[in-house]
Nanobody, 123 residues
Framework: VQLQASGGGLVQAGGSLRLSCAAS????????MGWFRQAPGKERELVAA????????YYADSVKGRLTISRDNAKNTVYLQMNNLKPEDTAVYFC?????????????????WGQGTLVTVSS
């Protein structure tokens, strides 16, 4: 199973980016999905998660109202729309897949991880 994250880059504060996570070797309809991020010197944190059906969503408090997770099961792809970005959003962003229907906030339940894509927000 491979998860390929893309869409990161350099953006000014207040700008937007859209991250994509495409899967190969596995149908993501079996999994809930999450986007994590890790900033330099900090632990990896979950920022958003979506259930298998797409009907249940989770957001970290720090990103509510600015980041939106979605999935297109027909395309085997998950997205993270990032609006009104702030310098503190600077991090490597990882997508991950957890077998099961409901979303999970437990990193240990995510079995498959992408390689990460760097988001840098300048002030």
């Amino acid at each position: 199973v491979q998860l390929q994250a893309s869409g990161g880059g350099l953006v000014q504060a207040g700008g937007s980016l859209r991250l994509s996570c495409a899967a190969s070797g596995r149908t993501l309809t079996s999994d809930s999905m999450g986007w994590f991020r890790q900033a330099p010197g900090k632990e990896r944190e979950l920022v958003a998660a979506v259930s298998r059906s797409g009907g249940f969503l989770y957001y970290a408090d720090s990103v509510k109202g600015r980041l939106t997770i979605s999935r297109d099961n027909a395309k085997n792809t998950v997205y993270l729309q990032m609006n009104n970005l702030k310098p503190e959003d600077t991090a490597v962003y990882f997508c991950a897949a957890a077998p099961g229907s409901g979303y999970t906030t437990d990193p240990l339940r995510y079995d498959y991880w992408g390689q990460g894509t760097l988001v840098t927000v300048s002030s």
